[in-house]
Structures are given as structure tokens and as C-alpha cells.
Nanobody, 114 residues
């Protein structure tokens, strides 16, 4: 199992970014996918979840209405579209899949600052 995040970077408040997580080594379309984030000095926290078929999503209260999780099962990729970014969204963002155990990507840094 391999998860590779990309798309992070530096953005001003109010800006947008789209993160991608490319998956391999398992049947991607069979598993729910998750985005987490970890801000400096804080625990890793769930941001968004999408079911295997993409029909259902769920979000942390802090990002509802600003972030959108989606997936392309043909490309084995899950996305996180982030809009109206705030400084408190600064974190390392990780994707995760749960099987018999959890598998994590290496993370991608998102920095929101003026």
C-alpha cells in the first residue's frame, strides 16, 4: 500500500489549494478514504472522509462549507479542494486508508499566511 500526497504549498488567507493523494497497492475503489491534518504542537485530526463509491462525505466542523473531498476511482486518487483558507488551516495534510491497519501517506505541508 502506498499513498502519495501532493499539492500543498504557501497561500494567502482567502486563497485556495487542491490536494491530491495517489494510491497504489490495493483496490482503491473498495475503501473509504480520509484526509487528516496535523498543525504544529497539535494532535493529528480528521478533516474529511469519503466513502468507497464517493456517494457520501463527512467533514470536520472547522472545514465545513470550505473544503470538498472527492475521488476518482479510475485514477486511484482522492482530492481535497480547500477554499477560503485561514491561517488556522496551516498544517501537514495526510491521506489515510484503513484496512486491517491504517496506512498513511508522507503528508504535504499547507501554509496559510499573509
Amino acid at each position: 500500500v502506498q499513498l502519495v500526497e501532493s499539492g500543498g504549498g504557501f497561500v494567502q488567507p482567502g486563497g485556495s489549494l487542491r490536494l491530491s493523494c495517489a494510491a497504489s497497492g490495493f483496490t482503491f475503489s473498495r475503501y473509504d478514504m480520509n484526509w487528516y491534518r496535523q498543525a504544529p504542537g497539535k494532535a493529528r485530526a480528521l478533516v474529511a472522509v469519503i466513502t468507497s463509491g464517493g456517494r457520501s462525505t463527512n467533514y470536520a466542523d472547522a472545514v465545513k462549507g470550505r473544503f470538498t473531498i472527492s475521488r476518482d476511482n479510475a485514477k486511484n486518487t482522492v482530492y481535497l479542494q480547500m477554499s477560503s483558507l485561514k491561517p488556522e488551516d496551516t498544517a501537514v495534510y495526510y491521506c489515510k486508508v484503513r484496512m486491517l491497519r491504517d496506512y498513511w501517506g508522507q503528508g504535504t505541508q499547507v501554509t496559510v499566511s499573509s
